[in-house]
């Protein structure tokens, strides 16, 4: 995730760090090639179809209705996956007041701590099933201080806090409105994993993407036809500037569309999960690890 003030003019204009041009600079290239050639053939060889402004009008407003829809949708998957990811980093300020509240007596002491760790074991094996990241270094830590195997996923962290409550009401250091209470949060940190792999799982309908692209295209390839009257040799600025816009929006969507990739403007989960990590430290009696700072402006 980028994360930067806002630059001056000069720079605004020139950043490349968390742009979308250069992914697609070989598109917008072409085209400036392809209105350049449109004018070059318009003038050497023949003269050119040279329809009215007016129908590229009508087209570019259905197109730009068309990308507002899409990128409406993605931003609200982007939004989602935040308030979701919020709620898990709530959780981990407020556990260890829960568990000492509910589980105040000193042989629960194993109990507790077992229950921070768990919670932050889940989180990152959590976001190392969202990235599809195999073998994560700092999951695996986390995951075999908690008790758990090198095999272990977010849900086996999660029944584990379960067996760990289940337990302690057993041995009568749990009562039943304590249980409750804890076990609910359990269920809400199940439901805002099964909202995340939902958002993952379930990719914006392609169709969207077919229109968008295949529109844009035959907009941007057509365009030269009803400029080249009016602006000539700059016919290949103007498409350029109405191709970045246009494929511009699109590719944003699609980052946006997926919140939790390693991209510029997915979340930061890892800095994300280091915030929680910091909540959880010192009921554990462990060092607060320092926050994690963007690098370059960017935020993983």
Known sequence: MIVRDKPGAVELLFAMRGSILPRIAP???FLALWSAALVWADG????????????FALFGVALSLFLGFRNNAAYDRWWEARKLWGGLIADPRSRPRGAML?????????????????????????????RR???????????????????????LALDEMTATLSAEAAAGRLDGFGARSLSQRIAGIALA????ERIQATPLPYVYSLLVFRTAWIYCLLLPLALIDSAGWLTPLFTVVVGYTFFGLAEVTEELAH??????????????CRTAEISLAPPLGEVVPPPLSPVNYRLD
Do not use: K, W
């Open 27 to 29: 598109v917008l290239v």
């Open 44 to 55: 050497a060889i023949m003269r050119l179809a040279h329809p009215g402004s007016g129908a």
């Open 102 to 130: 509910f589980l105040p007596a000193a042989g629960s002491a194993a109990a507790r701590a077992r229950l921070l760790r768990l919670m932050r074991a889940f989180l990152y094996l959590h976001r190392a099933r969202l």
């Open 133 to 155: 990241l195999t073998g994560d270094a700092t999951a695996l830590r986390f995951a075999a201080e908690a008790g758990l195997p090198e095999t272990a996923g977010p849900d």
């Open 193 to 196: 994993q099964a909202g995340c």
């Open 259 to 272: 919140p939790f990739g390693q991209t510029g403007n997915g979340l930061p989960l890892d800095a994300m």
